[in-house]
């Protein structure tokens, strides 16, 4: 475990330490590509990607999603007081919903309305699918992975609903542009200060999976809750 900020300091030098992609990470790639958790060291689209959106996460931006945060946890807790004391609460469902809901709204500007709904948002089973077959799938033979299996074809279908979701996100945007300061303008608008490049339309799409991903999994496991 790193524990201290001499630790973190050592483990990061990027001299000494290089990044790996391997096992179900790997499998990953064929749903988000080069995102920033995916890709091999040196690829063009993470360099742009990492000096892009390094900006989008200073403390002033994340400062500024509080209200919409407040207003995310606010539907929470009016959900379970609305339930009374005898009703039992599925909080590993409504944590879920919670951070879903938060990355959504703070990062992208959308509302996945999770709390009005008895079933999860199917952003959430495409997700679970996805990594689950991932990490299945690399501890298999390719032979194996090519094969038509209901589970190959599921897993083909996950990952067409995350990208065809972030890319409606995405037009969306375009189509009614905002000067927000949220991550999604930054994917669209930021550009490299190296290279004076932006991002391509598809990573864009990769690192929006990726975000939604890495936010919303790795919340809720934190939490012990999975």
Known sequence: MISSHELAAEVF????FTKKIMAGLSELRHGIHDGLFTAHMGEENWEIAHRVLMPAFGPLNIQNMFD?????ATQLVMKW????????????????????DTIALCAMGTRFNSFYSEEMHPFVDAMVGMLKTAGDRSRRPGLVNNLP?????KYWEDIDY????????VDTRKKNPTDKKDLL?????????????GMSYDSIIDNMITFLIAGEYTSVKKLGLF
């Not at 009703?87 to 919903?97: G, L, N, S």
């Not at 995350?162 to 996100?169: A, D, F, V």
């Open 13 to 16: 030098d990027e001299e000494r």
């Open 68 to 72: 919409e945060m407040h207003d995310i």
């Open 81 to 100: 007081a609305r339930q009374g004391p005898k009703q039992k609460i599925m909080v590993t469902d409504d944590f879920t919903r919670l951070t879903l």
């Open 149 to 153: 299996t209901t589970e190959n074809n």
């Open 162 to 169: 995350l990208r065809n979701l972030c890319k409606e996100l």
């Open 185 to 197: 303008n930054a994917l669209i608008n930021g550009r490299d200060p190296k290279t004076g490049k």
